[in-house]
């Protein structure tokens, strides 16, 4: 399995030829191409690579990704948890203290090919499954860093001094099954993310240049969000990440009682899970980072042995019904694990 290269793949890019890793933030305002991984609960590693080119990810090969049998995925918080913490979120909502909080739970399975299991190759099966404008890899197995993302979700692009964020709010079907409730979540975390960008950017730079556009992926559609700022002349990467980071989108506002909610209610770390994925030209001075969702990862830490993992959730607010967030959870999870364990049908059934 260490025989692999480390990789980095992003889009129609492919970065290789390991230079350094480093976890400092400092390191993405100095030189080089950086693949930037970012865990939910703040541990960052920031790899440099040589060698970066234009590749197109490369078909899926048969057999080359042997993913999880179907049935062997568990979840951290199963139903009925789930249900319960949605209540619970109601309950912290009606006493004043959080306006909406994110729940999320991550599925986990073994893998039955560990030491052969190359996470570029599920890259190569998302691409054609489920496509997605933020997706990418990064292969660092000698730093246990192994990502498959198919984000539909910027977190941060930066282009000189000027930064975006594109939040995601209200997930349904089609745009009918969309709700006055995911477009007032939505609202709440556009306002959250102009404050965290606010902190960092020139006074009255900060402005929101699309509000709850629907956007459609596949076999989903989300409401989407722009916002946009200059970033201060003495803010750099340490402070800009510090600044929004875990996304405002995946914890809740205000975000500092969500994620104190977060913590009592889930049951595993996030990892990659919600956290930033992406890349850092530092002599270009551009990037771009997604929030790392419809996002595996392989973890070899585990006893017996390494697994697959997986996160998906739902933003609670006063309106949320909790059966109606336990199936969007199930929603944005059913066709990423067809396609991990290898039963997704192009039709958009499962084999």
């Not at 970066?52 to 995925?73: E, H, I, K, T, Y």
């Not at 459609?216 to 559609?221: A, E, F, K, Q, S």
Request: net charge negative; glycine share 10%.
């Amino acid at each position: 399995m260490h025989a692999l290269a480390p990789l980095a793949r992003f889009g129609g890019l492919v970065a290789s030829g390991l230079r350094d890793v480093t976890h400092d933030p400092e390191a993405l305002d100095s030189t080089g191409f950086w693949a930037v991984a970012a865990d939910f609960e703040g541990r960052l590693t920031c790899a440099r690579f040589a060698d970066v080119r234009s590749s197109p990810v490369p078909a899926p090969v048969p057999g080359r990704w042997r993913g999880p049998l179907p049935g062997d995925w568990t979840s951290s918080l199963d139903r009925a948890a789930y249900l319960t913490g949605v209540r619970r979120i109601r309950e912290h909502i009606a006493a004043g203290d959080v306006y909406q909080a994110n729940l999320c739970r991550v599925l986990s399975a073994p893998l039955p090919d560990p030491a052969g299991a190359d996470i570029d190759a599920l890259t190569a099966l998302l691409a054609v499954g489920n496509p997605a404008p933020y997706a990418g890899t990064i292969r660092l197995p000698a730093h246990g860093v192994e990502i498959a993302t198919a984000s539909p979700e910027l977190y941060l692009r930066r282009d000189g001094r000027t930064v975006e964020s594109g939040p995601i709010k209200g997930t349904g079907r089609t745009a009918a099954d969309l709700l006055e409730k995911d477009r007032a979540e939505n609202v709440m975390i556009v306002d959250l993310v102009r404050n965290d960008l606010g902190r960092v950017c020139a006074t009255g730079s900060v402005t929101v240049p699309a509000l709850c556009e629907v956007e459609p992926h596949p076999g989903l559609v989300h409401l989407v969000s722009t916002v946009r700022g200059e970033l201060d002349a003495a803010a750099g990467w340490p402070e800009l990440l510090a600044a929004t980071f875990p996304p405002g989108s995946v914890t809740g506002a205000p975000k500092s009682s969500a994620l104190e909610i977060i913590q009592a209610l889930e049951t595993a770390p996030r990892g990659p899970y919600c956290g930033g994925i992406g890349w850092v030209d530092a002599d270009r001075g551009t990037a771009s980072l997604a929030v790392g969702i419809r996002t595996f990862w392989i973890d070899r830490t585990t006893v017996p042995g390494p697994v697959l993992r997986f996160g998906t959730g739902a933003g609670i607010t006063w309106g949320s019904d909790p059966e109606r967030e336990w199936d969007e959870t199930e929603l944005k999870a059913g066709r990423l694990l067809a396609i991990a364990s290898d039963v997704y049908a192009p039709s958009g059934r499962t084999a």
